[in-house]
């Protein structure tokens, strides 16, 4: 890939010609770059080109630079350029690109964007054809990142063909089986592995038309869980969570004849499966229906059906790079990495609310302060309520009315959060049981969100664990591997990434005083433990926050931070280790931070400007 460019200042406005190489012929130079910010008039029309060029550099720190540029030495800097369009509407777009030093042969590729799009289903899946419409819609709206489609569809075939786990409705029997459920699941990923070999994609969309044969068989009832379980196979199988999908709703051609009940109930779990999750969408295809209403498309409706699957999947790209869980482009119009004003979160730990009134006045106290001291969000690192440590008296009568009591005090005070402070919930022993199980960790995901999490803010990298899967995942061991390879594709992707900073939250302290301490009851086991403290320096957090101990207690780990916040709300708040939450300020070159009891919380957080 060549660009052109010209008009550089500081290199006497002639042309010169910016060259990125894929990896494998590339040559490594030692090179510079100016110290003083460099201004290019960009070529009208190669804005993207520009753009995509700028990710390559912030993915591989691959550069070869034009030799007018280079002195010949090597520093290890900072420099930020400043790239102007030529006309008046001009797009600012600033990129800081952190250069190491020595750049390791063995550091990332200068490889392209990938995005991967699996469709699959039945006839009406098995009758488009992508080349006509679908893979030009979506090539065209990414180029110039490199799009994989894989397609698989066979006619007639339930859902239970694609989802391993599909369950008959109670009182339901289905013929059995020839083969094992979810066969044509694996058909499908024997096309999708090979497709993208080694490489991860930077987006996965799945596009399904499927359903007419569930709804023949009266199968609507489970129709919602299927299709959910098999998103989850899914996104377990390719190690992550971010995976869109984008369903074809039945069309009306049933409901023009005689209306079949669950055909109509399959079309409303279809919506409602799109609304309910910011990753699907659904396209209407009541206006696509064969000669006579038939169930089968036009060809003219395929090609359309293409189109507007393509055009919801680019929604959902779209989308997900404002999302946090997704790896979003950090070239942006906004302040660069290590450039933005400083600003401030807050972390609060184990309120623990127990159905005592003295816990709700407290942590309503709590909330009330962070309203006034306005944060940019507030992370509340566990233990939200006390329910109980063992999962399995959890989904259980009593306990199961007991901790739903709990969630709803808990959520009903976070709710008066001014709607400009996001909360993240991390879940502790007691939100999840000290063995979760996936029962209780979906009862956490409906009560207070995702268990475990990415998000961006101002060009930092903040990312929540749910800890008591990673100390004993004995009871869903499926989970605790899908969190802990989740995890490691996580700090992967952000390594190349010009993140100011990177921290994490969980509820149990890797360790209180020593990464030799013995495990226990206080502390990540050992083995773990070991396995998280490597991949946390390799992968640059700078921070962790802990909550658990009921104290406030720091160490650090190397030039890792490690700290623990006390109890927010629990009980009468004791005079040597009292109700608080901590302050952490983050500034371009580093963090500060700090814990407050309620009563000497200042008026105001004063950021230092540098
Ligand atoms: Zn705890």
């Given at each position: 890939m060549r660009i052109p460019i010209i008009g550089a200042r500081g290199t006497q406005g002639k042309a010169h010609v910016i060259e990125i190489r894929p990896a494998k012929n590339l040559r490594l130079r030692r090179f510079s770059l100016p110290k003083t910010p460099l201004e290019m008039s960009i070529y009208k029309g190669r804005e993207s080109a520009i753009r995509h060029w700028l990710l390559n550099i912030v993915h591989s720190a691959f550069i070869i630079w034009p030799s007018a540029l280079t002195t010949g030495k090597t520093h290890p800097m900072e420099t930020t350029m400043t790239w102007r369009h030529s006309r008046p509407a001009a797009i600012t777009l600033l990129v800081a690109v952190a250069l190491a030093c020595l750049i390791p042969a063995t550091a990332a590729t200068a490889e392209q964007k990938v995005h991967l799009f699996i469709l699959s289903g039945q006839s009406n899946m098995v009758g488009l054809n992508p080349d006509l419409s679908f893979t030009p819609t979506v090539t065209k709206a990414l180029s110039p990142d490199k799009v994989i489609v894989v397609k698989d569809a066979v006619g007639g075939q339930p859902i239970r063909r694609w989802y391993k786990k599909w369950q008959p409705p109670k009182g339901v029997q289905v013929a059995a089986a020839t083969k094992p459920y979810g066969d044509l699941y694996d058909r499908l990923m024997g096309k999708v592995k090979p497709a993208i070999a080694e490489r991860r994609p930077d987006t996965v969309t799945f596009v399904w038309m499927q359903g007419e044969r569930d709804a023949k068989e009266s199968l609507s009832e489970v129709y919602a869980e299927s299709f959910k379980g098999m998103i989850a196979q899914l996104q377990a199988d390719l190690g992550r969570t971010d995976v869109n999908a984008v369903i074809g709703r039945l069309s009306d051609n049933y409901n023009a004849k005689k209306p079949l009940p669950h055909w109509t109930r399959v079309r409303e779990i279809q919506v409602k499966l799109a609304e309910d999750d910011p990753r699907t969408e659904w396209v209407d295809t009541d206006d696509l229906n064969g000669p006579g209403n038939g169930l089968h498309y036009t060809r003219e409706g395929y090609v359309e059906l293409g189109k507007r699957f393509a055009d919801k999947a680019m929604a959902l790209i779209a989308n997900g790079a404002k999302s946090p869980a997704a790896d979003a482009a950090p070239v942006t119009t906004q302040a660069p990495a290590g450039t933005s004003k400083p600003w401030f979160f807050i972390v609060a730990a184990d309120p623990q609310l127990s159905g005592k009134e003295i816990d709700e006045q407290n942590w309503t106290n709590g909330i009330k302060h962070i309203n006034r001291l306005r944060p940019d969000f507030v992370v509340v690192c566990g233990d939200l309520t006390f329910g109980g440590n063992k999962s399995e008296d959890r989904v259980k009568s009593p306990m199961l009315e007991r901790d739903t009591k709990l969630a709803e005090a808990y959520n009903k005070i976070t709710a008066i959060l001014d709607k400009g402070i996001t909360l993240y919930n991390v879940a502790g022993n007691h939100d999840v049981g000290q063995n979760p199980s996936a029962a209780t960790v979906e009862l956490f995901t409906k009560n207070f969100g995702k268990p475990w999490q990415s998000f961006e803010h101002k060009g930092s990298l903040f990312i929540t664990l749910e800890s008591n899967l990673l100390r004993?995942?004995?009871?869903?061991p499926d989970l605790a591997a899908q969190e802990f390879a989740w995890l490691k594709a996580t700090l992967a992707d952000a390594k190349g990434k010009p993140y100011a900073h990177k921290m994490l939250f969980m509820h149990h302290p890797l360790y209180v005083k020593s990464p030799d301490e013995k495990d226990a009851y206080e502390n990540i086991p050992t083995t773990r433990r070991k396995e998280l403290l490597a991949l946390f320096h390799d992968g640059g957090i700078e921070a962790v926050f802990f909550g658990h101990r009921h104290k406030n207690e720091y160490v650090k780990d190397g030039n890792m931070e490690m700290i623990t916040t006390t109890v927010a709300a629990l009980g009468a708040s004791p005079k040597n280790n009292p109700h608080g939450v901590r302050i952490v300020e983050v500034y371009g070159d580093r963090i500060e931070q700090k814990f407050y009891a309620y009563e000497t919380l200042p008026e105001k957080v004063m950021l230092k400007d540098k």
């Open positions: 004993d995942g004995s009871a869903s």
